[in-house]
Structure formats: C-alpha cells, structure tokens
C-alpha cells in the first residue's frame, strides 16, 4: 500500500502491463550479473543497459599519501633563575665555629636565655645571609619578634625581643653541615621552664624575685663598692658552684676564698653567691669586690631553684654591662640596633 493514497484494484490491462515491466526489468538485471561475471564494472542502473555504453572503468589512482609533521611539543616559559639560599657565593668556603650556646642537655632554662654561635675566624658580610636562613628556629608558643644578629664579625645570636615565653620549646635546625657551610652542626633542641627574674636596685640594696609575674622573695644584698662597682644591665645565670674558690692575686686587695652557693653571671668573674663575712652590709651598703652578695639561706634556696638562663637584672650602679659578658648581656642591644645588625630580615 502506498503511504499517502488511497489504493484501488488494478484492471486487467494494468495486470499484463506491469507484467511486462517487470520482465523487462529482470532481463537487464540478468544481463549486468553476465558482465559483472566477465569482470566489468556494473554501473548502477534500472534501466535496461546499452552495449555502447559499457565500459570497464580503471580503478582511480590511490592518492599519495603524505604524512604530517608531528607538532612541536608546547613548552612552559623559562622560569626566572633565583640563587639558592643555602649556597655560599663564589670563592667562599665554609666557616669553623668555636662553641655553641647552650649546651646540649634535657635540662630546662631560663626565660633569658639565647642561642648563640662564635666562630673561629670573621665571617664574610655576604656568608651571614646564608647562614642565617639555613639556621631555623621554630617555637611552640608565638614570641613575637625574633631574628639572628651579629653584634660582631665572629658570633651570631638569636633571641626574641623580649624574653621567651615560660615553658616553651624551641628547637634550631641547621643545614650548614649538609649543604657544606659549616664544619659543625649547631642544631639542637631547648625547653623553657617557668619565668624567674631577680632585680636588684644599688640605691636599696635589695632584690626582687619574681617567677611568673609574682613577688615571691625578697632578698639583701651588698654590691660592688666603688672602683669595684658591679655592672649594670641584663645578665644571665651562667653556671652553679656548690663551693667554687675565688682569687685574686693583688696587687690591690688580695684574697683566696672558698665561696659557697656561687652562681656565675659573667665570664668575668660577677658572682651571685653567699657571704657570711658580710652579713652586716647586706641590704645596707656596696661593700663586695663586685660579687652580689646573700645570705647563706637566700643563696642556697637560689642554687637550688635558678635554671641556667635565669635574668638577673641590677640596676643604678653607675657602669653598664658589655654585651659580650656573657650570652644574657646581648639582652642589652636595642632592638633596632638588634635588627639592624640582622643580614636576612625575614
């Protein structure tokens, strides 16, 4: 049935006609299957075929083929080169260092206490940049502001501006050794036991003792005299003497004593220390040879209870501490002294 028209009977005219279509149009199909047997090419037609017409087509020449050059892989632009940080420059070898501070102990220390590296020869203006990024000191409580400095050419120092917050860890991490900067590997790992600070004041002769922001003692004291005044400014407990012997050979008012309870605070020879000579001065009048002197029982109860690190602050005495006498005395610089002496400001 054809789609769209309505289908009606075929006469018997249209019959024998069809008939004959159809038988012509077998006759042609039978005739293009003897030549396609022959081996010519059948040109698609209904219609009968046409001997002048037959032709065998040659098969069309295969197109060359060309292959494409492959594209050229993309490339990312050059990265600017930036020197490496933990890179001496050219001609510089690596530095020897003399002694780190502090020592390698589980011990705890005081707020006041600093890292601190001297090194055998001068170090090189353009070498400290390097050394100071390649010494990482990493806290587990904030500090604030904190950097490396070089109050001179042989000794790096890092310290907080202000001291470090009680009970903290703080830990150096160096790769001078690793990347060929250094001949010794100052790393090393620090714990910050609660806050202690003594001030004493020349004008009363009397000490405070405070431990985490609280007055805890009261203690007396007798200062250096004249022309052997004690030193004013931050120091730091450097070391503790159960009985550590104390000489000087004179001219000018020889002595050699064993002194009891003596704690360091200078490598020049300030002591805080028991004086049982000279308990009648204390908390009266500067009367020792520079020493801070105590009473048997304050100077016991401080060796038994002062980290290493300890401040110890003195006040009015009328001659300032250096800051090389010992590590606390760089507590002394300015900070912005302190920054400015700083070769790789973060």
């Not at 690596?94 to 390698?104: F, H, K």
């Not at 109050?151 to 990347?179: C, G, K, Q």
């Not at 202690?196 to 203690?219: F, H, P």
């Not at 308990?279 to 029982?297: F, I, Q, R």
């Amino acid at each position: 049935m054809s789609s769209g028209q309505h289908a009606r009977p075929r006469g018997r005219g249209e019959t024998w006609s069809a008939i004959a279509r159809t038988g012509a149009v077998w006759t042609g199909i039978v005739a293009a299957g003897a030549l396609a047997l022959g081996g010519g090419a059948a040109i698609g037609q209904v219609t009968p075929l046409r001997a002048d017409l037959l032709s065998v087509a040659p098969a069309p020449e295969p197109e060359p083929t060309v292959e494409a050059a492959p594209l050229p892989e993309p490339t990312a632009p050059p990265e600017p080169s930036t020197p490496r940080d933990d890179t001496l420059p050219a001609g510089a070898s690596a530095v020897d260092i003399a002694s780190v501070y502090p020592r390698v102990t589980d011990e705890k220390f005081g707020v006041g206490v600093v890292i601190r590296v001297m090194f055998t020869a001068p170090v090189p203006e353009d070498v400290r940049p390097v050394l100071e990024r390649t010494a990482v000191v990493t806290t587990s409580k904030p500090i604030g502001l904190g950097t490396w400095s070089w109050p001179d050419d042989y000794t790096m120092i890092y310290r907080p501006e202000s001291f470090w917050p009680a009970h903290t860890n703080v830990e150096l991490t160096s790769s001078w050794v690793d990347d060929g900067l250094a001949t010794f590997d100052p790393s090393r790992t620090i714990t910050i036991g609660r806050e202690q600070i003594l001030s004493i004041r020349y004008g009363t002769q009397m000490g405070t003792l405070y431990r985490n922001g609280k007055l805890i003692r009261e203690v007396p004291v007798s200062l250096g005299k004249p022309t052997w005044e004690t030193a004013s400014g931050i120091k730091t407990i450097m070391e503790r003497y159960y009985v550590k012997r104390m000489v000087n050979p004179g001219p000018r008012e020889p002595y050699d004593v064993q002194v009891p309870y003596s704690l360091r605070i200078t490598p020049n020879g300030e002591f805080i220390h028991a004086a049982p000579w000279n308990l009648s001065n204390l908390g009266v009048a500067a009367t020792s040879h520079g020493c801070t002197n105590l009473t048997m029982e304050d100077a016991r109860w401080f060796y038994e209870n002062a980290y290493e690190g300890d401040p110890v602050i003195t006040f009015g005495t009328g001659r300032d501490v250096a800051w090389d006498q010992g590590p606390g005395a760089s507590w002394n610089i300015d900070w912005a002294d302190w920054q400015r002496n700083a070769s790789a400001l973060p």
